[in-house]
């Protein structure tokens, strides 16, 4: 299997076999045979990663059906329905539903076949769960399954008014009611799907629909503007990538028309009123402060933070799931911080879609599988699994690529020690950067004491980021060795370290800086660094110096820096030494002995952030003690720095 992407949709494209209803009477190898020995069950384990003999596959496929549903406004919404299946025939019996709310095409079969026109044999995609392992474990297991486009994507007509728009969260809300109502379903409703998918999920708790029984959101955010403009500093390249490739989707490459719609009429007609979308490019480059906002956009109302109190309100269980190089990590932990309802937590070592570990990956279909199941299981069907009687975080700790262990937490972040590293003067001898400074546990005692470097604008993690992964340019995602991106700045590097360090949670960076230009963005990124000088990125955080300013997170934001970012906040750096504070995406990485620890900080990330000017600034960070600027690492208990 393999994942393609566009930004807020992964979507599972089989690549080793076609994923498609098996023929009627076919033995699919999951359900026991007729006749077979009552005694040949399997015994009822329910964990982490496991579920077996609670629930068994009743049927051998599933049967799709495609319409319009009318909303209230008269606007129409294409959904598709999986139906389990028996020797070709659908049940009768009324069932659980799940769904999904789509920015993308309901049916991601063209899609696919657009992004991914080499696959040989092409894949036979009629429904999302002819292209999601997951999901054909739900029908067969007694799930209806059903997708909807949301107004003015894939086949759906009507304007796309922007990404999660209230009137978007109304459909929601509606289409929850149509589901639970109609005669294969028993009333009972969930929700699936990643990015886009999992967002929908919070927006439509937000409105309390009864039926909404629970949900299981993937990579998904809680704060817009901290994804578009992190530290005040605008993702643009992310934001052109996905606003390109959905107006493609939205006007040009063409969902499959509903059944009945044999030519193509009403979706020809549908793909028109598409043309009069939502900008996405236009509106989020238009409002690059939290307080600001268009006739058709504004942070403080659209988006789950806009109303993050009715989704808190709502209670909705909710299985918050995650990967540690995803874009919404850290959003994922604050989801969990923040909810009320019941809930999980589980952050695997994962990007946003698609990565080159096939191990990995195929561990990441499987969990996520199993999971799901587990909880729809227990919310949906009342099936008693313990689901809520274990730990309800679960995450990998990753030792080095391809080698990860999953443990389990009753909190996040789970007990730390908070251990602080200075900037000190080198050389490491490590890397051939500007400075080659160094880290280390005592605090600096020199009162004139700072590395200055005229920044280079050329500066990148590259076009493999988990920025990029999110969008579609690169599916497998592979940081390169980023010593080539340290020599362009400043770094600060360890000695080898005399045992394993692991550190788990958010790493917190304090700069005292000054810049020749009044403003500079500061990128920092925490690396671990082998014997053999290969740099492997861990994580990393950005903030523009202008953007500084420390208020009150409106959530619980886990005592982490939270840069307010409204318009009357951002103040040019004066002459003097001033601090910056700013968290990392969190992690959980094992720093293995006799390699180094390495914070760099960059004034550009070109191929994945809008510069701060033309003018590359020269910038001062300073390491003396009246500013001694640090980092703060979360070290695992039983784990501590010596080196």
Not at 6 to 28: K, N, R
Request: charged share 25%; proline share 8%; hydrophobic share 35%.
């Amino acid at each position: 299997m393999r994942r393609l992407t566009t930004m807020f949709a992964p979507i599972l494209v089989p690549v080793l076999f076609v994923a498609c209803a098996p023929e009627p009477g076919a033995d699919d190898g999951s359900a026991p045979a007729a006749g077979a020995d009552a005694g040949d069950a399997p015994a009822r384990v329910s964990e982490f990663g496991r579920y077996e003999g609670y629930s068994e596959p009743r049927y051998d496929g599933w049967v799709t059906t495609s319409r319009y549903v009318e909303m209230r406004d008269g606007v129409r919404l294409a959904v598709e329905v999986t139906r389990p299946a028996l020797g070709g025939m659908p049940e009768s019996e009324p069932l659980p539903v799940v769904w999904t709310h789509s920015r993308y095409h309901r049916n991601p079969g063209q899609i696919v076949s657009v992004l991914a026109p080499d696959l040989d044999p092409p894949p036979d995609i009629r429904s999302q769960v002819d292209a999601n392992e997951d999901l054909q474990r739900l029908v067969l297991h007694g799930y209806v399954v059903a997708a909807a486009g949301v107004r003015g994507s894939g086949a759906s007509f009507g304007r796309y008014e922007g990404l999660f728009s209230e009137v978007e969260t109304a459909d929601a809300i509606e289409l929850i009611e149509w589901l639970a109502s109609q005669p294969w379903s028993d009333g009972n409703v969930g929700m699936y799907g990643g990015s886009y998918l999992g967002i929908t999920q919070y927006m439509a708790a937000s409105g309390r629909p009864p039926a909404l029984k629970a949900i299981f959101p993937d990579v998904a955010a809680l704060d817009m503007y901290e994804l578009m403009y992190p530290g005040g500093v605008y993702r643009d390249d992310l934001i052109q990538q996905w606003g390109v490739l959905t107006r493609e989707f939205d006007t040009t490459i063409p969902a499959p028309p509903v059944d009945g719609d044999v030519e193509g009429v009403l979706l020809r007609q549908a793909m028109e009123e598409h043309k009069d979308n939502w900008d996405v490019i236009e509106q989020y480059g238009a409002v690059r402060y939290r307080d600001q906002a268009t006739s058709e956009h504004a942070w403080e109302r659209h988006g789950p933070s806009g109303v993050l109190e009715d989704i808190l309100e709502a209670r909705v269980p909710a299985y918050h799931w995650n990967g540690w190089y995803d874009i919404f990590v850290t959003d994922a932990t604050l989801w969990f911080a923040n909810y009320r309802g019941p809930q999980k937590l589980g952050i695997g070592a994962w990007p946003h879609a698609g990565m080159p570990d096939p191990e990995l990956m195929a561990e990441r279909i499987e969990l996520y599988a199993v999971e799901q199941h587990r909880w729809f299981d227990y919310w949906l069907k009342g099936i008693d699994n313990g689901v809520l009687d274990e730990a309800p975080i679960h995450y990998a700790v990753m030792n080095d690529p391809g080698d990860w262990r999953w443990v389990s937490a009753e909190a996040w972040p789970p007990e730390t020690t908070s251990r602080r590293l200075y900037f000190a003067s080198g050389a490491s001898g490590s890397v051939a950067s500007v400075n080659d400074g160094g880290l280390s546990s005592d605090a600096p005692a020199s009162e004139a004491a700072f590395d200055e470097y005229e920044v280079d604008l050329t500066t990148t993690t590259g076009t493999t980021s988990r920025w990029d992964n999110a969008v579609g340019a690169a599916p497998e995602m592979i940081y390169p060795d980023l010593t080539g991106t340290d020599a362009r700045s400043l770094t600060y590097t360890t000695p080898p370290l005399e045992s394993d360090l692991t550190v788990t949670g958010h790493p917190v960076v304090t700069l005292w800086v000054t810049s020749s230009t009044r403003d500079a963005d500061f990128f920092v990124l925490l690396e671990e660094v082998d014997p053999t000088g290969f740099s492997r990125y861990v994580t990393e955080g950005v903030l523009r110096a202008s953007h500084r300013a420390l208020e009150q997170a409106p959530w619980d934001n886990l005592g982490l820096p939270f840069h307010r970012s409204y318009e009357r906040d951002v103040e040019p750096l004066p002459d003097a030494p001033t601090e910056l504070r700013l968290d990392l995406h969190p992690t959980s990485t094992v720093f293995n002995a006799g390699h180094r620890l390495r914070l760099t900080v960059m004034g550009a990330d070109r191929d994945n952030a809008e510069e701060v000017s033309e003018d590359p600034p020269t910038v001062r960070v300073y390491r003396s003690a009246s500013h001694p600027s640090s980092v703060e690492l979360p070290i695992a208990q039983g784990s501590a720095p010596r080196s």
